[in-house]
């Protein structure tokens, strides 16, 4: 046995276990060397340009052979000359729009040739939805207006993208009351349908009455089950659910404020995450999306360039890895269609594109500059491809050096002397003590032609700057309703002239909001106010807001935390105070509260 064993010891002729295998190198992707610029460009055939594409959606060709891109738009005209004889706008039911790169699209036509027999005929039929299952495609669409009352969600099949579709005979979701309330009609808007690993599908869909809930759906696609439905956000805050998975979570993206508001909207995107496809929804801060002091971590919003509004969002994945996130906006210098005959003046909701990053976890848009108005990196539309994209993460702004004259700890008995009143307050309304400066509520505002309400105020510096504050609100976290009350910073040249960061009720919810007003004289049918929304809102938040020029205009960047240290980013305003803006206080829009501020800090603005 010993010899055997030095005889084999000594052998070199042994062979090794085999390793792992090899693999085999991946093939090395093509960049793609086309860039393009918001918004996207959509040609009609016949002539012309697709210039309104609300509420798109988008879905690559599933069947062998087909390699094109599809979106899908909300029922409107395409542009100012998309008339009839009378001179009144079209009304497409669901355009087609195909593309091969993502980049360069062509109208093909419209989806549906009439509305479901349970619609009532003149209904309008919004918020598409494509998904593809069972080897067809599944058109999903809002019915806003059904002959038996209240809005619901109708469903067509096809095998291909560009139909001939069919319409389901019964609503995939029927109309139905809101949670809060018995006896009402929900908003049954804006659907969203995944289907996860184990091939269960999920419907998601609702706004602001109402909220959003999310259904089981049939295994046909074609109903789904009432009594499994669940409340996902709460009411008054969010629509337009899109719903994405990322790194073990569901990601739930949904819109918020008025989408249609012209050069004024605030419309922008949010986002909360959950282990399972019914949540619960929870934000980067912790905070539940069903919650009364709403969650919601920024996704994409206001940056101060000529989009506004970017919202109702739909999210694809290139070829290269790249997610890209398609949506509509308002450019503010054309921010309407051509009048109609009766003088309205329809939104222009353009189809834009930008890539869609993941920083900490967290989606948000081109690393959090936003909607872009610059030439981009097409996306790797086509296999082989990557596309040149690269992450740059935007820098929040940051206080810089203390302004120590327009500084004020509220440490003493009295306000610091570079305070003054606009209207100064009658009867209990204000005062400092234990290092606090309170301002009770009053039955006064400061919106539009109702210029009542007091404000504290000093002289704003001249420069970059930023004022910060922390406020304590003591509004009931939940109870219904105190409309409007609010509280907070405000930075204005007159009454009609501001930006305003506060912590407000809306109905049931607490939230925080970042507004602007500018007037009194503004061009016919234009809005004169505007907000967009911040993070979650607690009894205690911190607010800022940054103000830097940019060629003429002034940029004002609102934040808000619920710790002095992790802020969220509420959106960039741009107005025109010159050297007449002030920073002011505000306590208003109804009686019975407090708001105590810690201090008011202002800084240099760091480079």
């Not at 009432?226 to 659910?241: L, W």
């Not at 739930?252 to 282990?275: M, N």
């Not at 505000?586 to 240099?604: E, L, Q």
Request: charged share 20%; net charge negative; glycine share 10%.
């Amino acid at each position: 046995m010993l010899a055997l064993l030095a005889t084999a010891c000594a052998d070199d002729q042994l062979v090794p276990p085999p390793g792992p295998p090899v693999p085999e190198p991946e093939p090395e992707l093509t960049l793609v060397a086309k860039s393009y610029t918001n918004p996207l460009q959509i040609s009609i055939p016949s002539g012309g340009q697709v210039e309104n594409c609300p509420d798109p959606t988008v879905i690559r060709g599933q069947t062998e052979g087909d390699t094109a891109w599809y979106m899908f738009c909300t029922a409107d005209p395409l542009n100012d000359e998309d008339r009839d004889n009378a001179d009144a706008y079209k009304e497409h039911l669901i355009p087609i729009l195909k593309s091969d790169d993502l980049v360069d699209w062509t109208y093909v036509g419209d989806a549906l040739a009439e509305r479901p027999s349970w619609a009532r005929p003149d209904s309008d039929i919004w918020a598409p939805e494509v998904v593809y299952f069972s080897n067809k495609y599944y058109l999903y669409y809002t019915v806003p207006d059904v002959l038996e009352g209240g809005s619901a969600i109708g469903v067509a099949t096809s095998d291909s993208p560009v139909g001939p579709w069919t319409h389901s005979a019964k609503p995939a979701v029927e109309p139905h009351e809101s949670p809060c309330c018995g006896d009402s009609r929900r908003w049954v808007f804006d659907p969203e349908v995944i289907v996860d690993a184990k091939g269960d599908k999920y419907i998601y869909y609702g706004s602001y009455f109402g909220g959003i809930s999310v259904r089981k759906l049939s295994a046909d696609g074609l109903t789904s089950d009432p009594f499994s439905q669940v409340e996902v956000a709460v009411s008054n805050r969010y629509e337009a659910p899109s719903v994405i998975q990322h790194g073990g979570y569901y990601y739930l993206l949904a819109s918020a404020t008025d989408c249609c508001k012209g050069p004024l909207t605030g419309y922008s995107v949010f986002a909360g995450r959950s282990k399972d496809p019914w949540g619960p929804f929870v934000d980067r801060d912790g905070v539940r999306l069903t919650t009364n002091r709403v969650g919601g971590t920024p996704v994409l919003g206001l940056n101060g360039n000529k989009w506004v509004g970017p919202g109702h969002n739909t999210i694809v994945t290139d070829f290269g890895g790249q997610d890209w996130i398609l949506y509509h906006a308002i450019d503010r210098q054309r921010p309407y269609l051509a009048p109609m005959p009766n003088g309205d003046l329809p939104p222009r909701r353009q189809a834009l594109m930008d890539a869609l990053d993941w920083v900490d976890g967290w989606p948000v848009a081109r690393g959090g500059f936003g909607a872009s108005d610059t030439e981009q990196p097409a996306p790797a539309a086509q296999p082989g491809q990557k596309s040149r994209y690269q992450l740059v993460v935007a820098r929040q702004d940051e206080p810089g050096a203390a302004i120590p004259s327009a500084t004020d700890e509220f440490s003493g008995l009295t306000v610091g002397t570079q305070w003054g009143w606009v209207r100064a307050p009658v009867g209990p309304f204000a005062g400092v003590s234990e290092g606090q400066l309170h301002l009770n509520t009053q039955n006064a505002d400061l919106f539009e032609g109702n210029n009542s309400a007091a404000i504290l105020w000093q002289p704003a510096p001249s420069g970059n700057y930023l004022v910060e504050t922390k406020l304590h609100m003591n509004l009931p976290p939940t109870s219904c309703c105190f409309n409007f009350v609010q509280a907070g910073l405000l930075i204005h040249s007159d009454d009609d002239n501001y930006v305003k960061l506060v912590h407000f009720s809306n109905w049931e919810t607490r939230q925080i909001a970042f507004a602007k007003e500018l007037g009194p004289v503004v061009p016919d049918r234009y809005p004169r106010y505007g907000e967009t929304f911040g993070g979650p809102a607690g009894e205690t938040v911190w607010l800022r807001i940054a103000r830097r020029t940019q060629g003429d205009e002034e940029l004002y960047t609102a934040y808000s935390s619920l710790d002095g240290t992790l802020w969220s980013r509420a959106g960039t305003w741009t107005h025109k105070f010159g050297e007449d803006a002030r920073i002011g206080l505000v306590s208003m829009s109804g009686t019975g509260f407090t708001a105590s501020f810690d201090y008011v800090r202002v800084y240099t603005l760091k480079d």
